[in-house]
């Protein structure tokens, strides 16, 4: 079975803290992604990395950034926490081989900023 | 402007009866679609997917449609059990550098199957 977890469940940080949020995949997954889930808005893609240093931009990466050093590891920052980024962040992997869609997703990190 | 639409936030259903979660998509580029799971406080679990050049994929109690003409997909479930009750997030992709970096969710539906 595919493991994706994620480092914490619950986190309350202040306004213009930095925070870390951890996500770890044990499938050897190439790709690796991270959404924030708001009510009526669905998931949106925040930033994805398709291989070990390499990141890209997803549609809403303002205020966000990226770090995997390691492949089964992939870190989204909040350099400086504000209110509007109290969400529930969600990390995904996929295999990345050719035909693949299906994303295997973490149990979610509910984020309240103060 | 949302890509993919799910126009029914929530949705209650008898238990045993026909679940139907329909899903509405306004981008022709979209080649594959995809239905996840969503427990409270659990990460989404993919269910089932089609891919367009099908109208129809089934497993088991679940089956997914699509009308490319309408830009509409629709998932059915058959029967309905209080296992079910969750929200439903409807998934598009289309060719973007790779295959799945454009992946666009729905807001979701909340299905509650009553006993």
């Known amino acids: 079975d595919v493991k994706v977890t994620q480092s914490s469940r619950y986190l309350v940080k202040r306004t213009g803290e930095k925070v870390f949020l951890e996500c770890v995949q044990d499938m050897d997954h190439e790709n690796m992604f991270w959404y924030r889930q708001d009510p009526g808005l669905g998931l949106r893609l925040i930033y994805f990395?398709?291989?070990?240093?390499?990141?890209e931009k997803g549609d809403i990466p303002e205020g966000y950034s990226v770090s995997r050093e390691k492949k089964e590891r992939f870190s989204l920052i909040l350099e400086s926490a504000s209110t509007n980024q109290t969400s529930m962040y969600l990390c995904?992997?996929?295999?990345?081989?050719?035909?693949?869609?299906?994303?295997?997703f973490g149990p979610g990190t509910r984020l309240t900023v103060t | 402007d949302q890509q993919v639409k799910q126009n029914s936030p929530s949705l209650s259903v008898q238990e045993g009866r026909i679940s139907i979660l329909n899903c509405d998509y306004t981008?022709?580029?979209?080649?594959?679609f995809l239905w996840y799971k969503k427990y409270p406080a659990e990460g989404p679990t993919f269910l089932i997917s089609i891919s367009s050049i099908k109208d129809k994929n089934e497993d088991g109690r679940f089956t997914v449609f699509l009308n490319k003409s309408a830009k509409h997909l629709s998932l059915h479930i058959v029967p309905s059990q209080p296992g079910d009750s969750a929200v439903y997030f409807c998934a598009a992709s289309g060719r973007g550098k790779t295959s799945y970096d454009k992946v666009i969710f729905g807001p979701g539906t909340s299905l509650s199957v009553i006993p």
């Open positions: 981008n022709s580029m979209f080649d594959y």
């Open positions: 995904a992997s996929i295999s990345g081989g050719a035909g693949t869609y299906e994303q295997y």
């Open positions: 990395s398709y291989d070990v240093k390499m990141k």
